[in-house]
């Protein structure tokens, strides 16, 4: 009986993570409409000009994006006081997801562009955030003493991510560039 619980509970928590992920994305998608393009294309370039530029893109930026953003969330996820920051930053990275691919879309960008490289491994780094900041939340919520080394538990997350930085860096290389 357990057993069928804790499915259960995981079955739960990823709809849980799915639902954020959907209000987010649409919430980007959603004010994309409330200002001019003028003014998205600058907040874009300040956050991340790949989108606008791709032929620019370079590996390094890329790699930094990528572990740069994850690692302020593991951060702020580490300390129980930050962890809701953590979150917001989340959110926040879905929200421009959803808004720099309304962009891609209206700009008329070649599909190739947007349908193998900016769309899945945008998609799959909020995946991995918001389970990063699920299980980093778990993760704070146990007793020191029950577990010394909790925090050495998120480094498979970090691999995970990093194979798929490596995926997006060979996708940009040989197909985008």
């Known amino acids: 009986m357990y057993q069928n619980g804790g499915v259960q509970m995981r079955k739960a928590v990823l709809y849980e993570q799915l639902v954020i992920l959907i209000?987010?994305?649409?919430?980007?998608?959603?004010?994309?409409?409330?200002?001019t393009p003028a003014e998205i294309t600058d907040f874009v370039r300040?956050?991340?000009?790949?989108?606008?530029?791709?032929?620019?893109a370079t590996e390094q930026q890329t790699v930094l994006l990528?572990?740069?953003s994850l690692f302020v969330v593991f951060l702020l996820g580490t300390n129980p006081f930050f962890i809701m920051i953590a979150k917001v930053l989340?959110?926040?990275?879905?929200?421009?997801?959803?808004?720099?691919?309304?962009?891609?879309l209206q700009s008329n960008e070649d599909v190739l562009f947007y349908s193998a490289w900016w769309f899945p491994f945008q998609f799959i780094y909020c995946m991995?955030?918001?389970?990063?900041?699920?299980?980093?939340?778990?993760?704070?919520?146990?007793?020191?003493k029950q577990n010394k080394h909790r925090l050495?538990?998120?480094i498979p997350y970090f691999v995970i991510y990093g194979i798929f930085v490596v995926g997006e860096l060979f996708v940009l290389r040989y197909f985008i560039l």
């Open 46 to 56: 300040i956050i991340d000009d790949r989108v606008l530029e791709p032929k620019n």
């Open 23 to 35: 209000i987010c994305f649409m919430a980007g998608v959603g004010s994309y409409y409330l200002f």
């Open 152 to 154: 050495t538990k998120m």
């Open 66 to 68: 990528a572990f740069g």
């Open 90 to 104: 989340v959110a926040v990275r879905i929200c421009f997801f959803g808004l720099s691919s309304v962009l891609l």
């Open 128 to 144: 991995i955030s918001l389970i990063f900041i699920y299980r980093l939340q778990q993760l704070a919520n146990m007793k020191q």
